[in-house]
DNA sequence: TAAGCGTGGTG
DNA sequence: TCACCAAGCTT
């Protein structure tokens, strides 16, 4: 029943006929209320008018995305597939449309339905999202799959039921009960707190602003096509008004922005400034066996990289000196230097010395080899293979099994 | 409430 | 180069 867009049309040639009827019919419609009963100085027009500027040029300029169904699919009655827009949504979170664009089609080629994922073993499911980041998100997405399939397989479709699934916030909530379900969800990511803020000149900092901006979001949310709206505003965010030098000429809105006319939309929004990120240092230790096997071990589910694999390491606020690296060594053995990694995290710099020895036998407790042609496949984060790299290079690109 | 949680692109 | 920050969630 859950059709999904198979056809990738683009944007040209678009005439956005069907969809223009609807646009103004949600400005008259819904928002006339609250229009007429605040008028904010910061906006020149009423709230229906800006989803109706906003829907038309969405019309025109959307983006092409693989889990986006487009207006005129729409309009034809075709309706998008609520796991693909699930599993879009939480791949996005804090994430760039280019780098989830590979992973999503993996997989949904892997995967391609709620029972699918919730069939997999959840070591593919992080296999599969290593290199994504925020790896918390791949054990939620199983733990949710699980869920719903055990439940009939059907998702959710009201903002409330959605948002008691492990992953899913007050964002990925509203995102999918508007785009899926046709809801008038009030849909606030982070390109919409910018567009709002500038719209609005909201000059209070943006943790503070929170509520504010979902106000005015909720007044002008329309009644149709809210699953348009909300991705015509990230667009909107992603293409048009960017964090830094926003294109304010090419913008559908810029007779209602306020920070437009006072000439600095950059101000906004305001955030405050951030702490100093500070410096750990550790060492990583690389055993490779004759035939190009590596040794790794599995780290804790929780916590930092929960769940992945790595090589072993020290802890990461060590000194480096003889005596914790070689306590933190998976065995004794001539550990020669191999270079040093830095890796940058969300909240600190890592900085690991890397060290290399030939090893052959079984693999320490707690640890296993893994073959030259399966390192690639591993649930690797980032940081690690950096490591593996600076010790034998080449070694996480794919190699031929033999 | 604020901190913890990855990675890659960008100006 | 490097600081900023992206379709946030959890605890």
Redesign the pocket.
């Known amino acids: 029943m859950a059709l999904h867009d198979q056809t990738r049309k683009t944007a040209s040639g678009d005439s956005g006929k069907a969809a223009s009827g609807d646009t103004s019919k949600a400005a008259s419609g819904d928002s006339g209320k609250a229009a007429s009963g605040d008028s904010s100085k910061a906006a020149s027009g009423d709230s229906g008018e800006i989803a109706s500027r906003l829907l038309a040029w969405y019309d025109a300029h959307h983006?092409d995305?693989p889990?986006?169904i487009a207006p005129r699919e729409l309009a034809r009655g075709m309706r998008p597939d609520p796991y693909r827009v699930w599993l879009?949504?939480v791949m996005?979170?804090?994430?760039?449309?280019?780098?989830v664009k590979s992973y999503f089609q993996a997989f949904v080629q892997k995967w391609p339905d709620i029972n699918a994922l919730a069939s997999a073993q959840t070591e593919d499911v992080m296999k599969a999202w290593a290199?994504?980041?925020?790896?918390?998100r791949a054990r939620?997405l199983k733990a949710c799959a699980d869920l719903v399939a055990r439940q009939g397989g059907r998702f959710p479709d009201t903002q409330a039921g959605l948002r008691a699934l492990?992953?899913?916030?007050?964002?990925?909530?509203a995102?999918i009960a508007a785009i899926a379900f046709d809801e008038p969800a009030a849909v606030v990511?982070?390109?919409v707190e910018?567009v709002v803020s500038r719209l609005f000149s909201i000059a209070t900092p943006l943790?503070e602003a929170k509520g504010d901006i979902r106000a005015h979001v909720e007044r002008v949310v329309p009644g149709t096509r809210p699953g348009d709206f909300a991705?015509a505003m990230?667009?909107l965010?992603?293409t048009i008004c960017?964090?830094?030098?926003p294109r304010c000429m090419l913008c559908p809105l810029r007779e209602d922005c306020s920070a437009t006319v006072s000439g600095d939309p950059e101000r906004f929004p305001v955030?405050l400034?951030?702490?100093e990120k500070p410096l750990r240092r550790g060492a990583a230790f690389v055993a490779l066996r004759a035939d190009g096997a590596i040794l790794l071990r599995k780290r804790a589910d929780k916590?930092?990289?929960?769940g992945m694999t790595e090589v072993p390491t020290t802890g990461w606020t060590a000194r480096i000196d003889g005596a914790t690296t070689d306590a933190a060594a998976p065995f004794p053995g001539d550990w020669r230097p191999a270079g040093r990694i830095g890796?940058?995290?969300?909240?600190f710099a890592l900085e690991l010395d890397v060290f290399k020895t030939m090893r052959d036998g079984a693999a320490p407790q707690g640890h296993f080899w893994s073959l030259a042609h399966e390192i690639s496949g591993e649930a690797l984060?980032?940081?690690m293979k950096k490591v593996i790299e600076a010790a034998i290079p080449g070694a996480t690109k794919k190699q031929r099994p033999h």
């Open positions: 983006r995305l889990w986006r879009s949504e996005l979170q804090q994430t760039t449309v280019e780098a290199g994504l980041g925020y790896y918390s939620n492990p992953g899913i916030g007050a964002y990925t909530a995102a990511d982070g390109n910018r943790s991705q990230m667009d965010g992603a960017t964090p830094r030098r955030r400034p951030k702490g916590g930092l990289l929960g890796h940058v995290f969300t909240h984060p980032t940081v």
